[in-house]
Nanobody, 123 residues
Framework: QVQLVESGGGLVQAGGSLRLSCAAS????????MGWFRQAPGKEREFVAA????????YYAGSVKGRFTVSRDNAKNTVYLQVNSLKPEDTASYYC????????????????WGQGTQVTVSS
C-alpha cells in the first residue's frame, strides 16, 4: 500500500488540455505500477493508462492513445497524466492507483487508490 494524492483536474473547453498529477508516499516505488482510471456518473470504472516504475514502460487504453501521455518525476515520486484534445466524453473523476508488480489493466488488481480529481470538458 502507498498513499496517493491526485490533483490538476478542472473545467476545460473541448480541445483543451490538463495535466493531472499523482503524488505518492515516500516509500520506494521501484517495484510498483501506477495506473490511471476514470469513472463518470452511472458508468463503470474505466482503465486509462499505466506506468511501471521498474522499467518506465507505459500502456494506454485505445480510447485515449495519442491524446493522453504518462510521465514521471522520480525525485518527487509523482506521475503525471497529460490529457490533450479533450472531448466531452472524457468528463469523469480521474483516479490514480498503485499495485505491486507489472502493468495490468484490471482495477481489481490495484491495492492503493487516490481520492480522485474531477475533469469536466464542456462542449
Amino acid at each position: 500500500q502507498v498513499q496517493l494524492v491526485e490533483s490538476g483536474g478542472g473545467l476545460v473547453q473541448a480541445g483543451g488540455s490538463l495535466r493531472l498529477s499523482c503524488a505518492a508516499s515516500g516509500r520506494t516505488l521501484s517495484s510498483y505500477t501506477m495506473g490511471w482510471f476514470r469513472q463518470a456518473p452511472g458508468k463503470e470504472r474505466e482503465f486509462v493508462a499505466a506506468f511501471s516504475w521498474s522499467d518506465g514502460s507505459t500502456y494506454y487504453a485505445g480510447s485515449v492513445k495519442g491524446r493522453f501521455t504518462v510521465s514521471r518525476d522520480n525525485a518527487k515520486n509523482t506521475v503525471y497524466l497529460q490529457v490533450n484534445s479533450l472531448k466531452p466524453e472524457d468528463t469523469a473523476s480521474y483516479y490514480c492507483a498503485a499495485r505491486l508488480g507489472p502493468i495490468r489493466w484490471g482495477s481489481a488488481s490495484y491495492d492503493s487508490w487516490g481520492q480522485g480529481t474531477q475533469v469536466t470538458v464542456s462542449s
